[in-house]
C-alpha cells in the first residue's frame, strides 16, 4: 500500500513552510547550544523528574532519561507535522527520512562540540517525533476530507 499524500491547501503550504523555517530555527539554537546554556533552555526535564522523584512516582535517574527521550519525541513532532503540510507532494517515508537526516546532522555536530555528544537514542526519538508529526497529519487531512465530504453531502441534498 502507498503511503499517502496530502492534498494541498492553498495559502496553507506557505504558512506551513513559514512555520516549519521558524521552528527549524528554533530546534537549532536549542540543539547547538553549548550544554551549560542549554541547560537553562533544557532544564524542564530535570525539574519534572525531580518531581516525579519527589512524588515518590519513580527515581530520579530513570525518569530523567525517560523524560528526556520523551522530550525529544515532542521537539520533533512539530517537524514531521509542519514537513507534511509545507511539502505536501512527500510520502509519509519520505517524511521519516527527512526527520532522520536532520537527527543525524544535529548529533554529527553535537559530536564536534566540546560539551555535547551525539547519542543513537536522540536519533531514534527524533525520528519517532517526526513519524508521529506526518501521521498527525494525515490524520488531520483525512478527518477535514470527511467533514468536507459531509457537508458538500448536505449542501447538495
Known amino acids: 500500500m502507498p503511503s499517502p499524500r496530502l492534498t494541498p ?13 521558524g521552528y527549524l530555527l ?3 539554537f536549542t540543539v547547538w547550544l553549548p550544554a551549560t546554556v542549554s541547560e537553562k533552555v533544557t532544564g524542564l526535564v530535570g525539574i519534572m523528574a525531580r518531581w516525579v522523584a519527589d512524588a515518590g512516582i519513580a527515581p530520579y535517574r530513570p525518569s ?3 523524560l528526556e527521550v520523551l522530550a525529544n519525541v515532542a521537539l520533533f513532532v ?11 507532494r512527500l ?13 543525524a546532522v544535529i548529533e554529527s555536530v553535537q559530536g564536534f562540540m566540546p560539551s555535547r ?14 513519524l508521529l508529526g506526518g501521521v498527525l497529519a494525515v490524520l488531520l487531512v483525512r478527518v477535514g476530507a ?9 449542501t447538495a441534498s
Open 26 to 28: 528554533f530546534v537549532g
Open 117 to 130: 555528544f551525539p547519542t543513537l537514542s536522540d536519533v531514534i526519538a527524533n525520528t519517532t517525533g517526526t
Open 78 to 88: 512539530p517537524v514531521g507535522l509542519l514537513l507534511a503540510f509545507a511539502l505536501p
Open 9 to 21: 491547501v492553498p495559502g496553507g503550504v506557505l504558512i506551513a513552510r513559514v512555520a516549519l523555517v
Open 146 to 154: 470527511g467533514a468536507r465530504r459531509g457537508a458538500d453531502a448536505r
Open 64 to 66: 530523567a532519561v525517560v
Open 91 to 103: 510520502r509519509l517515508w519520505q517524511i521519516v527520512v527527512i526527520g532522520a537526516l536532520m537527527s
